[in-house]
């Protein structure tokens, strides 16, 4: 059973604009949820994240939103540049002696044409 | 230099020979964890480790074997390597602080099962 569902798939975005970028999970217990972007032959690092006490947190022209009754959180990418063209993971988190296991999604490969 | 490191980048194997993936980190993270990344399917979790000697298995762990005897060490074997088992192989760590929680990549090991 896949805890953390992602969507789209392949997202393609021109330059300037937006891209969003859907995660949903089951398990009520994950207290964080991070966003990793992977870039062609690297590991994964982290972008951004939030805990489930705030709606919103903004970083730069990255923000995740998050809807804790609907069990929903999304990353978007306000002007999005040939540069942010990567491979994007959600995750969700339970803290388990004093560290926490992440559970990532499917992961979205979004590219930004110039 | 400081980091986790993943030897080797890359691997030819041949079905049903032993393989050990190596992962070594710097910083003295208690918590270490074995991804392996396909297409479609994203991030995997095999095993994990909370430290030295203790160790636990994740989503995907069969036809796979961990052990941990100092906590900068954390590798990976595969026992008799099966087709299936191609893939990108990342090690990852996170430090045991609840407030510190990012995960910390390697560079991965693309392995492939001839």
């Known amino acids: 059973q896949q805890q953390v569902k992602q969507s789209p798939q392949s997202l393609i975005v021109q330059k300037g604009g937006i891209s969003i970028i859907n995660c949903a999970y089951e398990?009520?217990?994950?207290?964080?949820f991070p966003w990793y972007q992977q870039f062609p032959g690297k590991g994964p690092a982290l972008l951004i994240a939030?805990?489930?006490?705030?709606s919103e947190k903004k970083e730069g022209r990255f923000t995740i939103s998050f809807n804790k009754s609907a069990k929903q959180f999304s990353l978007h990418i306000m002007d999005s540049q040939p540069g942010d063209s990567a491979t994007y993971f959600c995750?969700?988190?339970?803290?388990?002696?004093?560290?926490?296991?992440?559970?990532f999604g499917r992961g979205t490969s979004l590219i930004v044409h110039p | 230099d400081a980091g986790i490191t993943q030897s080797p980048r890359y691997k030819i194997t041949e079905t049903g020979r032993q393989v050990t993936l190596m992962c070594h980190q710097t910083?003295?993270?208690?918590?270490m964890f074995w991804y392996r990344q396909d297409l479609g399917h994203g991030l995997r979790l095999i095993y994990y480790?909370?430290?030295?000697?203790?160790?636990d298995k994740g989503e995907v762990p069969d036809g796979y074997v961990v052990s941990r005897s100092k906590t900068e060490n954390f590798p990976l074997t595969l026992e008799s390597a099966t087709r299936s088992q191609t893939s990108v192989y990342f090690c990852?760590?996170?430090?045991?602080?609840?407030?510190?929680?990012?995960?910390?990549f390697g560079q991965g090991t693309r392995l492939t099962v001839v």
């Open positions: 990852a760590s996170t430090p045991p602080d609840r407030g510190r929680t990012e995960a910390f």
């Open positions: 398990n009520t217990a994950f207290d964080y």
């Open positions: 939030i805990r489930p006490d705030v």
């Open positions: 995750a969700a988190s339970l803290a388990s002696g004093g560290s926490y296991i992440p559970t």
């Open positions: 910083w003295s993270h208690s918590y």
């Open positions: 480790s909370a430290a030295a000697d203790i160790t």
